[in-house]
């Protein structure tokens, strides 16, 4: 382990010995990892005997309604806390409104290279698989407990950001944590199953009404999701039931894009691309982020001219990276 880190872990525990309620949140829109290192933290820290408030704006989606202690995650953040902890988020505005009365808060634990560094205490690895391999990292570090619920979480997290052990960013050591996690007592082919292959009926309609209307140009492929797609086909969700990732399978295609328009006139992009082409530095022109081969943002405005504004960004990195 690089001394810095040694350093950051070493700095969280301290901070964590000396607090007794502690609040952790997320994002918005919680993806795996967010749930999955959201509960893991929260369960070690219950484990060493802290009173703890894990906090979801938007809740935990059905999909990780399988992992242990879910039913405990609020949407609000009320209450006076000793610490406050953020993971798995690059960006504090990301969390939503949940810690607008709180403050800064005091420990970041993320992976994305686009974060912003916006608490007191950075730990933030962007080499890391997922920010759940991170707080893997930090409860072997500092002997923390680790049980089937915790390992659980973990490698959900883990799972989920590397598409099942798929991205190019997964190691013989992110490999060698996920089989510790299973010794842990983790179902790993339960995870994968529930997380990455289940899917409701309505989130197949719902990329059937995506799928019908993909377009393609070049080496670019995407596909948008209106309102009324969604309220046709009754999904429940605000994001796009992993259509992106649908998209990315498509041959001769390097960068893919999904446009979900969203209530209260805004639009939420997701962009997957091939190795060799950096789609953050598209989302970062959009006020989003995340790593070259995943990113996002949410713009505010008409889903057309949205459109039409990222996907000529995302060409001119195509044209500059070919």
Same mark, same amino acid.
Request: one cysteine or more; charged letters at 25%.
């Given at each position: ?7 950051? /872990?070493?700095? /969280? ?40 408030? *894990? ?9 990780? !309604? ?44 993320? !992976? !994305?290279? %686009?974060? *912003? ?38 490698? *959900? ?13 997964? *190691? ?24 990455l292959l289940e899917r409701s009926y ?21 596909? %948008? ?23 990315? %399978? ?35 022109? /959009? ?36």
């Amino acid at each position: 382990m690089p001394p810095e880190s040694s350093v950051a /872990f070493d700095r /969280f525990s301290e901070k964590i010995q000396a607090a007794n309620r502690i609040l952790i949140v997320s994002h918005i829109r919680p993806d795996g990892d967010a749930v999955g290192s959201l509960l893991g933290l929260g369960l070690v820290l219950e484990e060493m005997g802290k009173k703890v408030n *894990t906090v979801l704006e938007d809740g935990v989606p059905l999909t990780f !309604h399988f992992l242990y202690g879910h039913e405990h995650v609020y949407k609000d953040a009320a209450g006076v806390y000793d610490l406050v902890v953020v993971v798995d988020c690059s960006d504090i505005s990301r969390v939503g409104s949940v810690l607008d009365e709180i403050g800064q808060p005091d420990i970041n634990i993320d !992976h !994305h290279p %686009t974060n *912003t560094m916006f608490a007191s205490l950075n730990i933030v690895q962007k080499d890391a698989v997922a920010t759940a391999e991170i707080i893997y990292k930090l409860i072997q570090h500092l002997s923390l407990p680790l049980n089937k619920p915790i390992a659980e979480a973990l490698l *959900t997290g883990i799972i989920m950001d590397s598409l099942g052990f798929r991205t190019s960013n997964t *190691t013989s050591q992110v490999l060698r944590i996920a089989a510790d996690l299973q010794e842990q007592g983790a179902n790993m082919s339960m995870i994968h199953r529930k997380a990455l292959l289940e899917r409701s009926y309505e989130a197949v309609k719902y990329w059937g009404a995506g799928l019908s209307k993909a377009e393609k140009e070049g080496r670019l492929v995407w596909a %948008t999701l209106s309102l009324e797609d969604r309220d046709s086909v009754g999904y429940p969700g605000r994001d796009d039931a992993d259509l992106v990732n649908i998209l990315s %399978t498509i041959k001769e295609t390097d960068i893919c894009i999904v446009f979900v328009e969203q209530r209260g006139g805004s639009v939420k992009i997701s962009w997957r691309a091939r190795p060799g082409f950096d789609v953050s530095r598209v989302a970062l022109q /959009f006020g989003g982020g995340g790593h070259k081969p995943a990113a996002g943002a949410e713009i505010r405005g008409e889903l057309d001219n949205i459109k039409g504004d990222v996907i000529r960004a995302t060409k001119r990195i195509l044209e500059e990276e070919e």
